[in-house]
């Protein structure tokens, strides 16, 4: 396997006064690379099939990792789609001869994206102001794909038996001439394989920290107390998301929210 990439940091002190204390630090991470499998066995090549074997055997739909010389251990493999048929409300696929077909052949399946970003990194400020201090931090990715499962399994592959995404009501083929991004519930086959309907292009900003302090050490009320010194902090994580894929977090991995606040003193 091959690697290559970047990784950069960059942080600069904007303001300092050391009089009052006073500073400000802003700070940006940059890193990207890629990997590409230059030779692989043919124990390892034999792997591509007897995963796909296995997967249809246990039903699974979602894309799994692939060997192939040429290429990165993150990329994407799915069958290109060509959107779904009107008339019939089945999923149009593209075979890699150029011909078109409703019968998903995982043999079509190609390269359509790479889960690894173009670039990823942090970015935010620190600083301190007559007592108040702020730590701002933001992360974010750029460029790369992602195979938007969450999305396949509640709609396209959901039991009807059981509750639903309203979108198998609102968005899916009903009727001829319907012009839908999902297909008829219920053709056949019934599960969704891998297709490039779902490969989607993400981008993201996470603002991951947010941490404000005041330290009380000037305050008059401690000089007529025992307390030597007398600090509050506020701490909140994931305050917002923006992406440009929507999907549902803490179905695979736990997924939390939390606000928290201190008071240290020293007497």
């Known amino acids: 396997m091959q690697n290559k990439g970047i990784d950069a940091t960059f942080s600069y002190k904007v303001l300092?006064?050391?009089?009052?204390?006073?500073?400000?630090?802003?700070?940006?991470?940059?890193?990207?690379?890629?990997?590409?499998?230059?030779?692989?066995?043919?124990?390892?090549k034999t792997l591509n099939d007897q995963r796909e074997a296995a997967r249809a055997a246990s039903g699974q739909t979602a894309p799994f990792i692939r060997y192939k010389e040429g290429e990165s251990t993150t990329a994407i493999y799915a069958v290109q789609s060509l959107g779904i048929d009107p008339s019939t409300g089945r999923e149009i696929f593209l075979k890699t001869n150029g011909e078109k077909t409703f019968v998903w052949d995982a043999n079509d399946q190609v390269r359509l994206g790479d889960s690894n970003p173009l670039l990823n990194g942090s970015f935010g400020f620190n600083g301190q102001y007559r007592g108040w201090g702020l730590n701002c931090a933001f992360t974010y990715r750029t460029g790369g794909q992602y195979y938007n499962q969450t999305l396949v399994d509640r709609v396209e592959n959901v039991d009807i038996q059981y509750n639903v995404d309203e979108r198998v009501f609102?968005?899916?083929?009903?009727?001829?001439?319907?012009?839908?991004?999902?297909?008829?519930?219920?053709?056949?086959?019934?599960?969704?394989?891998?297709?490039?309907?779902?490969?989607?292009?993400?981008?993201?900003?996470?603002?991951?920290?947010?941490?404000?302090?005041?330290?009380?050490?000037?305050?008059?009320?401690?000089?007529?107390?025992?307390?030597?010194?007398?600090?509050?902090?506020?701490?909140?994580?994931?305050?917002?998301?923006?992406?440009?894929?929507?999907?549902?977090?803490?179905?695979?991995?736990?997924?939390?929210?939390?606000?928290?606040?201190?008071?240290?003193?020293?007497?």
């Not at 300092?16 to 802003?26: I, Q, W, Y």
């Not at 008059?220 to 977090?249: G, H, M, P, Y």
């Open 16 to 44: 300092a006064n050391n009089k009052n204390g006073a500073f400000l630090n802003v700070f940006v991470s940059a890193a990207g690379y890629r990997n590409k499998l230059v030779r692989i066995s043919d124990a390892l």
């Open 170 to 267: 609102t968005g899916t083929w009903k009727q001829p001439g319907d012009k839908t991004f999902f297909k008829a519930i219920g053709t056949l086959p019934n599960r969704t394989l891998p297709t490039s309907r779902f490969v989607q292009d993400l981008n993201e900003l996470t603002m991951s920290s947010l941490n404000a302090t005041y330290d009380f050490k000037d305050a008059a009320f401690l000089k007529r107390s025992r307390i030597q010194r007398l600090r509050a902090t506020l701490f909140t994580n994931d305050l917002f998301v923006l992406s440009t894929v929507k999907a549902e977090r803490g179905l695979n991995y736990p997924f939390a929210r939390t606000l928290s606040f201190s008071v240290q003193a020293t007497f």
